[in-house]
């Protein structure tokens, strides 16, 4: 059972255009949404998160926006740079439970930005 | 700093063997995870631990053991190797204190192949 689902799988976007990607999660518990990008060879390092009390987040190019009634967020680039070629993913958790940071990962979305 | 280290970084098993594969964070973090990731599935959250001498099974356990001996290492054993744990296998650890507590630093990865 996938709790988090990532979409699309691959994405092919033109330098500075607006990458997206988007986001659903089930579970209503879930209070804490970041978003990991990897390069190839590389572990995952957070981009960007959001808490459920905001409706957006933007950090530089990089922006979270948030629809807790639809239980869907989703991740916007501007300006896409040759240099956002990664994989990304999704993840949520649920902080009340506890310390331990459980997250649960999207499949994930290679990102191609063509020159 | 040298942030988060996995030993080794590739290892071809055959089914039936065992092997060990080890963690090692430097930034007194307490709280440490053991993700496998596959094609299509993202990161799966295979056990962590909330501090020195505790494990505890995350959403894919079987087949794995873990143990946390020493606060700065997390060790992840694969007793009898099987084709299904072909994967590349991340570490990770995160801090204890809000907000630092919610990023998790990864580390470069293993790439274990079971033939």
């Known amino acids: 059972q996938q709790q988090v689902k990532q979409s699309p799988q691959s994405l092919i976007v033109q330098k500075g255009g607006i990458s997206i990607i988007n986001c659903a999660y089930e579970?209503?518990?879930?209070?804490?949404f970041p978003w990991y990008q990897q390069f190839p060879g590389k572990g995952p390092a957070l981009l960007i998160a959001i808490r459920p009390d905001v409706s957006e987040k933007k950090e530089g190019r990089f922006t979270i926006s948030f629809n807790k009634s639809a239980k869907q967020f989703s991740l916007h680039i501007m300006d896409s740079q040759p240099g956002d070629s990664a994989t990304y993913f999704c993840a949520a958790s649920a902080l009340k439970y506890g310390g331990a940071q459980k997250l649960v990962f999207g499949q994930g979305t290679r990102l191609t930005i063509n020159p | 700093n040298a942030g988060v280290t996995q030993t080794p970084k590739f290892r071809v098993l055959k089914t039936g063997q065992s092997m060990t594969l080890l963690c090692a964070q430097d930034m007194n973090h307490e709280y440490m995870y053991w993700y496998r990731q596959d094609p299509g599935m993202g990161l799966r959250l295979i056990h962590y631990?909330?501090?020195?001498?505790?494990?505890a099974k995350g959403e894919v356990p079987d087949g794995y053991n873990v143990s946390r001996l020493k606060k700065q290492n997390f060790l992840l054993g694969l007793e009898s190797a099987a084709p299904s744990q072909t994967s590349v296998y991340f570490c990770?650890?995160?801090?204890?204190?809000?907000?630092?507590?919610?990023?998790?630093?990864f580390g470069p990865g293993t790439r274990l192949t079971v033939t």
């Open positions: 990770a650890s995160s801090q204890t204190l809000f907000p630092a507590g919610y990023e998790q630093y």
């Open positions: 579970n209503t518990a879930f209070d804490y």
């Open positions: 631990s909330v501090g020195e001498g505790t494990t």
